[in-house]
């Protein structure tokens, strides 16, 4: 399972937290200030893929700052 931490600066943030917090697969944190940490866990890197895309043209979202990924368990699944 594809596992990616982030942290969203959102200085207008209503509107796109409402949309983050209708996908299952995006677990927001406490914010500080305008910025909000968010983890998104997904079962395949195609829909890590599609679901980043998503989160980076959110409108409202100004910025993006990778923190961490995590993909070990399917190195295992694919062999690799």
């Known amino acids: ?3 990616l931490s982030a942290v969203l600066t959102l200085p207008d943030a209503e509107a ?3 949309a983050l917090a209708d996908k299952p697969e995006v677990t927001l944190g406490p914010p500080n200030g305008v910025r909000y940490p ?3 866990s997904t079962e395949t890197r195609q829909a890590d893929k599609t679901l ?3 989160v980076q043209a959110l409108p409202g ?3 993006v700052e990778l923190v961490f990924v995590d993909f070990s368990d399917l190195h295992a699944q694919e062999g690799t």
């Open 61 to 63: 979202v100004v910025h």
């Open 38 to 40: 968010v983890v998104l």
């Open 16 to 18: 796109t937290l409402a």
């Open 52 to 54: 980043w895309n998503w």
């Open 1 to 3: 399972m594809p596992v």
